[in-house]
């Protein structure tokens, strides 16, 4: 039976792979896993249907004949566990990759997002600036230790891993603030994952859903 993950039927982010279902294509392109997709309007996110696999009435989730899940890094480790490709073999490497899939969510991304959030949401606000200098902090702090530890190596533990990928994909949300190209070594480990052929396809199929929805 083939997986399916649901994804924006107009997506936000208007086709550039910010949006989490992009961590899901990734992973099963990576992993040479086919898979579905069910795209919902917000309205359906909503809905009874959507909230019985999510809760939060959030995007995406995934179902394989009687499992359902969602929160894509959970999804992205369940793909990852299943087919090889984006966790090592060795016991230590594969608690390591995960390790910086936690880092990924936990440390890098909450910051980011917020600060996401902060330029849309609260611009016309009187405390817009302090709050995006306090953001802007925090990011270079994280992002220094992120630097340092990945110095010139190409990927944070050796062979690429879904660490790498659920990092990369966190860090594109930097891309249009200039703040990633403060690192130089940061920036070359985003352009480096984007140029793997299966981030390319993944690309491609999420960008097809904002193309033909932009269309019609």
């Keep these: 039976m083939t997986a399916t993950i649901t994804a924006f039927e107009r997506s936000p982010d208007r086709g550039n792979g910010l949006a989490r279902d992009m961590r899901l294509r990734w992973a099963f392109e990576e992993v040479g896993q086919l898979y579905d997709v069910r795209l919902l309007s917000f309205k359906a996110m909503k809905e009874p249907a959507h909230l019985a696999l999510q809760p939060f009435g959030q995007i995406p989730t995934y179902e394989d004949g009687d499992l359902a899940l969602f929160e894509s890094g959970a999804i992205v480790l369940h793909i990852a566990e299943r087919r090889p490709g984006l966790l090592p ?118 960008r097809a859903v904002f193309t033909s929805s932009s269309a019609s």
Aim: hydrophobic share 45%; glycine share 4%; net charge negative.
């Design 89 to 206: 073999d060795d016991a230590n490497a594969r608690a390591r990759a995960i390790m910086w899939m936690f880092a990924a969510l936990n440390t890098l991304e909450p910051p980011i997002f917020d600060r996401n959030l902060v330029t849309i949401l609260e611009r016309d606000r009187p405390w817009y600036e302090e709050r995006l200098a306090a953001l802007d902090q925090i990011i270079r702090k994280r992002l220094d230790g992120l630097s340092s530890h990945l110095g010139d190596a190409d990927w944070l533990d050796g062979a690429f891993s879904a660490g790498d990928l659920l990092m990369v994909t966190v860090l594109r949300r930097l891309q249009s603030s200039g703040i990633l190209n403060e690192y130089p070594n940061l920036a070359a480990y985003v352009a480096r994952a984007e140029a793997r052929p299966a981030y390319q396809r993944a690309f491609e199929a999420q």
